[in-house]
């Protein structure tokens, strides 16, 4: 065979560490263009990033030269350096060690962008916790509630 063709698309969660709501409206579209930044250099496509002060979900059309958690240790590493170098908060930015990558069939797409750009509303009904674990089920991954994420000590 020739070249390699392939379409996996991937959305990754991740929160920051437990859960505090430190991402500010007044930056968060700098951070999501960061990360897009970040994504785009590693030669895969965004398709969709958006979020909550907690959290955020990123929508990618990876390439199969990386691996997704190379991918996310990137996005998470660069952008809390990225963060933290900027003084947008009193305290040291950082992400929660785990994170969340989900596939998609391309039919898929356009249903995960819109679920993805109107987090907003979504989360006026539903936590972060309660979204995450409903996806952790959905996709049937077998989990322990106790340890899936970080909570505030």
């Given at each position: 065979?020739?070249?390699?063709?392939?379409?996996?698309?991937?959305?990754?969660?991740?929160?920051?560490?437990?859960r505090?709501?430190?991402?500010?409206?007044?930056?968060?579209?700098?951070?999501?263009?960061?990360?897009?930044?970040?994504?785009?250099?590693?030669?895969?496509?965004?398709?969709?990033?958006?979020?909550?002060?907690?959290?955020?979900?990123?929508?990618?059309?990876?390439?199969?030269?990386?691996?997704?958690?190379?991918?996310?240790?990137?996005?998470?590493?660069?952008?809390?350096?990225?963060?933290?170098?900027?003084?947008?908060?009193?305290?040291?930015?950082?992400?929660?060690?785990?994170?969340?990558?989900?596939?998609?069939?391309?039919?898929?797409?356009?249903?995960?962008?819109?679920?993805?750009?109107?987090?907003?509303?979504?989360?006026?009904?539903?936590?972060f916790?309660?979204?995450?674990?409903?996806?952790?089920?959905?996709?049937?991954?077998?989990?322990?509630?106790?340890?899936?994420?970080?909570?505030?000590?």
């Amino acid at each position: 065979m020739g070249d390699s063709y392939t379409q996996v698309s991937i959305q990754f969660i991740f929160a920051v560490k437990y859960r505090q709501a430190l991402i500010d409206s007044q930056w968060k579209t700098e951070l999501y263009q960061y990360i897009t930044g970040i994504v785009q250099a590693k030669g895969h496509k965004m398709l969709c990033i958006n979020g909550m002060p907690d959290h955020v979900h990123v929508f990618v059309g990876m390439k199969p030269h990386q691996s997704i958690s190379d991918l996310v240790r990137d996005m998470k590493s660069n952008s809390s350096k990225w963060i933290n170098e900027r003084n947008f908060l009193p305290v040291r930015f950082q992400w929660q060690n785990g994170f969340g990558a989900f596939s998609y069939s391309a039919s898929q797409l356009h249903n995960v962008v819109n679920y993805i750009l109107n987090q907003e509303a979504h989360h006026a009904r539903k936590t972060f916790k309660e979204e995450y674990f409903e996806f952790l089920r959905n996709f049937n991954i077998a989990y322990d509630e106790q340890y899936a994420l970080d909570d505030l000590k």
